[in-house]
Structures are given as C-alpha cells and as structure tokens.
C-alpha cells in the first residue's frame, strides 16, 4: 500500500453524467449497473428532485438515497400502502406496521414500555434503575454467500444495535435462530450456494466466535429445517442489554460533533443495505461480504460504557447498513429543530488510501459507532478511547440547517434537504391477496394407526426439527458473565431441552442483593403458515410466551420482538401472506396484552437461478419475547423430578395436526392448522405463569412440535424419571376421537406440568377456572408409558432409548 | 496489497508430533463425508505472512512468544524445502488481500506489544497436510466443498 501514494481524488464529487435529461430507461441502466436497487418512481423522485434544483446529483447523493431509501433502512414494504383483497372484501391499508404491530402496542399503553420502535432496539423497565434494551436481527444475504463471515458480523451488528439503544446498553445475552435445508441434503445445490451443511457449520462457527470472543453468552435460540431454506439460509441474531433508565434518553444539539469511534473505513462492505433489498442471483454481488473483529468491538463496547458514565457523550448510534450515510443522517434528523450535518469526510479514518469519497461515505465497515459530542467534553473522551486503545475521529460537526452537507477537502460531495432524503420517498402502492387453501378432506380418527404409536415417538424424536440441538449449543460459552441461571441444556445431566434459559444480569454490575432477572423465549413455525399465516404469527406468540411461563418468568410483562422473513412483496399472494401475518401478530399482542417493543424485515427472500427459475421461502415469522423472572431462585426447570409426583396437562387439545409432525410422518394431507383461541389462552397462560411464580409447580414444559407424546418423553428422560399418561383423562373437544391424536395433536397454549403431591391442594386452587387435568403420575420405572381410551397400553418405551433416537441425528450428520 | 510490498516471512504453525490434531482429525471426518474415503491423515497448520521490516530472528521470536502454544504447537518458518515429510498434498487457503483480515490485524498489534518492530501487515491463512492417495480432482473437490469460499479466499494445492 505504501508504494501507492496518490493523493485520494475526490471522484465522488463530479456530478453523474446526465441525469437531468436520462430517460426512465437510462435510468434503471444505471440504476442496474451500479446495484442501488431503486425502483422507477424512486429514481423518477431523485431525478425531479434534482431537476427542480437545476443541477446534476454527485455519484455520492445517488448512493445516499440509495442507502436511505432501501428496503433494508425503510421498511418500505411495510409503511406503503396496500390494497388488501381477503376473500371478497378488499381494503386499503395505509400503513401495515402503523395498522398492525405498532397499533397492538399503541392501544396496550404498558408503562414499563420506555421506547418503542424509535430507538436502534426497544427498551422495557426491568427495575427501578435499570431497562432491558432488546433487538433481533436477520443477516440471511450475507450468510447465504459467506456462512462464516456473514454470521459474525450479523451478530457484530445486532450487538451495536444494543450499544446504540438509548445512551448504550451493556449485552448480557445473545440469542440465535437458524432456518436451513436439512445437513444431510442429498439434492442439487445451484451454483452460487452452498451446501446446507457448510451453511450450518460456517454459520454455527460464526456466532460461536463473535459472541465468545466479545464475552457475550449466547444462550437461546432455535434451528428449523425445511429444505425450503437451500438458497436462502435464514440466520436471526438478537442481543438483550442492560441499560441505567437514567441514560435511555438520547440528544443531538446543533454544535455538537460527530465523531465516529471503532474500526477503520475500508472499501469493504459496500451496499450491504441495498444488497440486501435485492434478490439473489448466482452473480450476487460479493463487495457486501466481511469477516468480523470482535476483538475491536470488545474495545469499543467497553469504552463507550465508561463514555456513558462520564456522560461523555449525547448521542449515539451504530454504524451499520448504509454506513457513515445512514448513521449520521439518522442523527442529523434529532439535531435542532430542523436537523442538519456537515461532514468533512477526508477526517475519517481508512484503511486504504484507495477509496472513493461515495465509497466512504455509504462503506459498511464493521465495528464503527458514531456519536454527538458536545465540544467541550471532546478532549476527555479522547484520552478515555486511547486509554482502551480505540481510535476515533472528529468528521464534523451536527447543525440546524435541515441540510446533509458533506464535502472532502473543500469540495462539496453531498448536499441535501434533509426532510426530502427522510420522507420524500415515494409511497407505491401495492396490491395483496388472501385466499385461504381450500380444506381437503379431514382425517376423523386415527385408531387404525395405534400400533405405530412408538414407532411415531421415536421418529418424531429423531427428527431434525426436534432432536437435541447439543451439538450446536456446546459450541457457545453459554455461562461468560457468570448470570446464567437456567441453561438452555436442562435436566439431570444437562442435556435435555429448556424452554428458555434465566438471565441474571446484575452479575454484570454487582448488584448481588437483587435476584431479579429475566428470561426469552422463540415462536416459529413457518410449516402452519403453508396453511395460514394467520395461525403461524398466532402459535409463535403463543409458544413465545409459553416458553417465558415455563420458566418461572412473568408473561404479565412480557416484550415481543417480530421478525418477517419472506419471499417478493411484488407478488400479491406473498404479499397478502405477509399482511395475514401481520394481522396475526397485533390480533395475538392485544390478546395476550404482549406489546411489540421492536421489528425488522427482510424481503426478497427468493432465488433466481440460472435457468431463470424463482425459488421462494415460506414467509417465516419469528417471534422472540422478552420477560422478567421476579426471583430467579423459582426459576423451574422442564424435567420430570421425582416419581410419584401427580402430572397435569394444561389446555384442550383437539384434532389440530395441519403442518404437525404427525402428518409429514404419517403423509396425511388437510389436517386443520393449529389455532390459538386467544381469551382462553391468555386467562391460562397468565394464571400459570402465576402459579409457577408461586413454586407450585416442579417441573413445566409446553407442548409443541410432536405434541404431548414429545413432550412428555422429553420431561421423562431429561430427568430419568419415568411416566404413566392415561390419554382419557386428556381435556379435549368433540372432534377428538383416537388416542393417536391425543399423542399428536399439535394444539397450542397447552403445557404438561408435575406437581408435588404437598403443594397439588394449592397448585389446583391458584389454577381455579383453567381448563386442565390430572393425566398421570411420574413414576420410578424409567418408561414412558401411555394408557389408551380403554385401559389398554398404548405405548411402552424405555427412556434411554427414546433419548439416544433425540440426541441421535446432528452428531450423526455432522460428525 | 501492491506487488512491490516487502516480501513477508511465513509463520507456520502446527501441533507438535504426539499431540493429537483434533482439528485434522475432524476434517478427515468430513473429506469422507463428501464422498473422499483416501485420506488417511490430516495436518491443518495456521500460516502468518508477517509482512515489513522485520528480520528472520525477530519472526522466529514472535512466533515462538505469540503465534505458537509452547506445550502442544510446533512453528517454523516456512521454506519451500520443507520438513521431511511423506509424499503428501498441501493445499493453503488464504483470506483474498481484498479482505480486511482480522486476525492478522490483532497479530500486527501483538507483535508491536512484544516490542518487536510492528509488521507493514498481517495475513493469516491455514495450510491442509493431507496424506493418502488423492488425484487433483479430489483435492480440488475438498478445497471447494469444504476449506474455502470463493468469495473470500484464494486457495493453492500442490504436491510435494
């Protein structure tokens, strides 16, 4: 590099070729060739715009409304109008996150919602003097062309997300979810994708690193299989941070300088935001793809704490999809009345000497912060970053001026009407439609089928999307920071599947006296949304917070984050898909009285191969809630603890088996999709969650993917406590007719609980009015033994063998 | 990275004959899972290509003092020579110079630390040592399978 000593020529500065006179052809030409993935009013919007001022837009304003108006910064697709046509009724919605998620919110009022899909994260109260700042993330794009490097700076960026909440939040948790094809994928891989396998492995290795490098545990999380995923690997990544309430509030005054601290700028990461607004192809652009420096963000997370504490700063924000662009013009937008920025780039700090203005300007360079100083306080934050060995710089300073204005070496390289680059954005509307899939023909009774109960279990157990995830979770340093409480392993010899695992935060600062903490949970299940995504948004929420309950945490103050993952919002079904779902989230938040604090979407979730072909995902929905566990010594764990204890079920179970694991095994078609009834639902959950608060409860666990017959063998040799279930004693509806279906049923809000005999007067008292049975007893012999309808032995399987058939297919398929 | 940087000295790093390698092991495992059954032993060495001025004595003691664990890792500097060694294929992935290389970015600071002259740069690769009977073809299947990504890596393989 040294040999090269040009002097850094401003490129970006002289003004793109005719674009005043450019037909809508020369246009999306351009608009193609240099990736910005505007569409043809928003580039008829920037061309107007520039007409209007009678000048030509510089190479690096093109590349700021690129950034700024991507689907990625946006949410374009979720704040434009819709006409949404549901059957024969059509409608018109203005904005689906307005209408839907943040109305659910907006309409519950929690006090203990301090911010709320305006910060980089939302922030709920977790006690008196401190909040908990929660954000998830995807980073499919990346991840799907570089597993390893695409993971580690997913999770590198969602934990700045945490770092630039309010002030700065502190990361105590990092949670994971994956949708891959299965490892053991024996199809053709197009070129241009990876095997599954690798995916999983490069991706697992890339979290695993990041997060144990920086110190972070990385304790919840979850993996679905489909072979779906093959192009489009799904990796959602999420950061909880413990925050003082005293420094959520964040301020940018005109004067204040802008400095950026952390990693250096390099040409590395150009449009990752607009990259990831587009579809993949097998020529996908490759600049977008880097390998994290945990090391550096360690340095910097831990300067910016001590920063905060010497309020040495008035804002802040991470600097992420767009770069420098997007994280300054964010801030600008707060300073003054009018807001305003200018930026003397050549200040900044590069990697290379070879870099074009533009390119520094929207370079997504990892580990970097930017942050409003006021300027007498600039000397004291320097010598703190020396001190931890992070370098920073001034690039200029915020204003009042409602302009963007940036120039290098004097020259001018941008200059914006702020307001015109934050809502000039043109709002398209779009058209969507649902049609609910035609119901086929139900399968009433399954008796035919109870010979093949065991069989079942055992294939069920043994399937990718419920086998032990060990293999991937011993990867992760799960107990760094010394507050982990519940593992995400349970059970006699950790081994066995938690709910959620039990934070305990104050072991980062030092507060001992207190034994509050708090817990996540995940809901997904895209197989129910093939049939109803509706359903699909409605189960996640439910399995969200059945999973807090079961642990012991609080679901009366539970948080939700959402994150869509779908195919083309220009296709009207997809489309209609994805407000269905939309719709199902704020239907389940009111019900379950469960706000949405933060979101993110990732669209364009489809693959075009060579021949020209389009693959889509199913429109995958995660739902992840946070809660607080009043006192994490009542944390319960989901094994069965000792024999002789009386077993209750929670819930009604009834003939729910559309997208259940019982139909892929058994290949029926037509079951009815699960469906949350929600008044129900919530009066159980929250009595529950109560009674397990109360320690009435030993042991708890919900039922989910394989239904009872699952859970109950996951309880049982998890603790290696044997079972004995009478399926007639099961609460059921009137279209229950077979002890299969009981076994299988995947009905949500239901949860398998052992009670102690000493506390079963109380437990039956603070569950009065729940809908709920005694359906066993644990037992000493290690079976899980099922009694059928008419007294006779259902199924009879030994523990050990029903665990080796779980643990059984990830260590076999990756070794 | 121009052509006329400082030729570097390459740091080789592997573990010490007796000490099990867990990670060769490993990816023997997974050569056979991709359809290879010839491997019969596998070596994987991290390679550092300490770039500047720095002499050969200086390399020799980072890499003792820094790159190399003194109970379970061995480190030379490489030549092309070599050790004595069965015939064998080497195949080397390296990051692409496009890529800012972390690793290599801490190392540069490392060295400093040491008090040794700081390195103009820092590459850091992983060397493969494979034994058994392989055609190019297979290695060439292994290198894309599984040790690199286009994307990101420059790759080599040759037989010594």
């Known amino acids: ?815 | 990275m121009s052509a006329t940087e400082t030729a570097g000295h390459i740091v080789e790093v592997g573990a010490k004959p007796g000490m099990s390698d867990t990670t060769g092991a490993a990816l023997i495992a997974q050569i056979q899972s991709i359809g290879v059954q010839a491997v019969q032993e596998a070596r994987v060495l991290a390679l550092y290509d300490l770039r500047g001025k720095l002499s050969a004595a200086q390399v020799t003691q980072a890499a003792k003092d820094l790159l190399a664990d003194p109970v379970t890792q061995d480190f030379r500097l490489e030549s092309r020579a070599g050790a004595f060694l069965p015939p064998h294929w080497r195949l080397e992935v390296w990051l692409k110079p496009s890529m800012t290389d972390s690793v290599g970015e801490s190392v540069k600071k490392a060295v400093r630390d040491l008090g040794l002259p700081e390195p103009s740069a820092v590459r850091t690769g992983q060397a493969y040592q494979l034994f058994g009977k392989l055609n190019k073809q297979q290695v060439d299947r292994i290198l894309e399978r599984l040790l690199s990504n286009p994307v990101i890596h420059r790759t080599s393989a040759e037989q010594r």
């Not at chain 1, 590198?156 to 309010?166: E, H, K, M, S």
């Not at chain 1, 005054?253 to 935001?273: E, N, Q, S, Y």
């Not at chain 1, 590069?350 to 600039?378: C, G, H, N, Y």
């Not at chain 1, 996540?520 to 189960?539: E, F, K, T």
């Open chain 1, 1 to 815: 590099m040294s040999a090269l000593k040009t002097e850094a020529q401003p490129r970006g500065a002289h003004p793109q070729a005719a674009w005043s006179g450019a037909s809508a052809r020369d246009l999306a030409d351009m608009n193609a060739s240099h990736g910005w993935s505007l569409d043809a009013a928003e580039l008829a919007a920037v061309q107007a715009h520039f007409q209007k001022l009678k000048r030509e837009p510089t190479r690096a304003e093109v590349e700021t409304f690129a950034q700024t108006w991507s689907e990625h910064c946006k949410h374009k697709t979720f704040t434009s109008p819709i006409l949404y046509r549901d059957g024969k009724s059509t409608k018109r919605i203005k904005s689906l996150l307005a209408e839907t998620i943040v109305d659910a919110t907006a309409r519950l009022k929690k006090p203990w919602c301090l911010s709320v899909f305006a910060d980089n994260a939302g922030i709920v109260a977790f006690d008196k003097k401190w909040a908990l700042a929660y954000k998830a993330e995807t980073h499919n794009h990346p991840c799907a062309v570089e597993p390893y490097g695409g993971a580690e700076t997913g999770v590198g960026g969602v934990i700045r997300d945490v770092l630039g909440a309010g002030l700065g939040a502190k990361p105590v948790l990092n949670t994971d979810v994956f949708c891959f094809a299965p490892p053991d994928y024996e199809g053709p891989v197009s070129p241009g994708a990876l095997h599954p396998r690798r995916t999983l492995t490069s991706v697992v290795a890339g979290v695993r690193d990041y997060g144990n490098r920086m110190g972070i545990p990385t304790a919840a999380g979850g993996v679905w299989f489909d072979e779906a995923y093959r192009h489009n690997p799904l990796v959602f990544v999420g950061t909880v941070g413990l925050i003082p309430r005293s420094a959520i509030a964040k301020a940018v005054k005109p004067g204040d300088l802008i400095v950026a601290a952390g990693g250096r700028t390099g040409r590395d990461g150009l449009h990752g935001a607009t990259f990831s607004s587009a579809a993949l192809d097998d020529q996908a652009s490759v600049s977008a793809v880097q390998i994290g420096h945990a090391i550096n963000e360690k340095r910097l997370l831990d300067a910016l704490m001590r920063a905060r504490e010497l309020r040495l700063y008035r804002g802040l924000t991470d600097c992420g999809a767009g770069g420098f662009s997007s994280a300054v013009g964010e801030m600008a937008e707060l300073s003054g009345k009018r807001g305003g920025a200018r930026v003397r780039l050549e200040a900044a700090l590069f990697k290379t000497t070879e870099i074009a203005p533009w390119e520094a300007w929207v370079s997504e360079s990892q580990e970097r912060m930017v942050l409003a100083v006021p300027k007498d306080k600039l000397a004291a934050l320097a010598d703190l970053f020396a001190s931890e060995g992070v370098e920073h710089c001034v690039l200029g300073e915020f204003t009042d001026t409602g302009r963007l204005e940036v120039s290098w070496a004097g020259e001018a390289l941008v200059d914006l009407d702020l307001k015109f680059l934050h809502k000039g954005v043109p709002r398209r509307e779009r058209s969507a439609v649902w049609e609910a899939p035609k119901a086929g023909p139900l399968v009433t009774n399954r008796r035919n089928e109870r010979a093949r109960a065991g069989e079942a279990l055992r294939w069920c157990l043994g399937h990718l999307n419920v086998c032990s995830r060990e293999w991937i979770i011993r990867q992760y340093d799960h107990e760094v920071q010394g507050g982990t409480i519940l593992k995400p392993l349970q059970g006699l010899h950790h081994d066995g599947p938690g709910d959620a695992c039990v934070i305990w935060p104050q072991a980062v600062v030092g507060e001992e006296g207190s034994f509050r903490g708090f817990s996540v949970g995940h809901g997904m299940n895209p197989s129910y949304g093939r049939i109803d995504p509706y359903a699909m948004a409605q189960a996640a929420v439910d399995e969200a917070l059945s999973n807090l309950a079961c642990v012991g945490a609080d679901v009366s103050q539970a948080a939700l984050l959402d994150n869509f993952c779908w195919g083309d919002p220009e296709d009207p079904s997809e489309l209609g898909r994805l407000v269905r779902a939309a719709q199902g989230c704020r239907d389940a938040a009111l019900a379950f009285q469960a706000p949405f604090i933060s979101g993110k979407d990732s669209l364009n979730n489809t693959y075009t191969d060579a021949k020209g072909l389009k693959h889509s995902i199913p429109g995958t929905l995660l739902i992840s809630a946070l809660a607080p566990v009043p006192d994490v010594r009542q944390a319960v764990t989901m094994d069965f603890k000792t024999a002789n204890n009386p077993v209750y079920l929670v819930g009604w179970t009834s003939n729910e088996l559309g997208g259940s694991l019982w139909e892929a095994f058994a290949q029926e078609k037509g079951g009815a999709v699960p469906v949350v009834e929600p008044r129900s639902a919530k009066e159980a959950l929250w009595t529950l969650s109560s009674a397990i608060r109360a320690g009435l409860v030993m042991s708890a666990h919900d039922l989910r993917e394989g239904g009872l017959a699952v859970a109950a063998a996951e309880m049982a040799f998890s603790g290696e406590v044997g079972v004995q279930i009478d399926v007639d004693l099961v609460p059921r509806t009137r279209d229950v007719a077979d002890p299969v279906t009981i076994l299988f049923s995947e009905s949500p809000s239901r949860f398998l609980l052992e009670v102690s005999p000493d506390k079963e007067k109380a437990f039956l008292k603070a569950m009065k009015g729940v809908p709920m049975a005694r359906v066993g007893k644990t037992i000493a012999n290690p079976v899980l033994r099922v009694v059928g309808l008419d007294s006779r032995t259902l199924l009879e399987e030994r523990l050990n063998e029903l665990k080796a058939a779980w643990q059984a297919p990830l260590p076999r398929i990756l070794g």
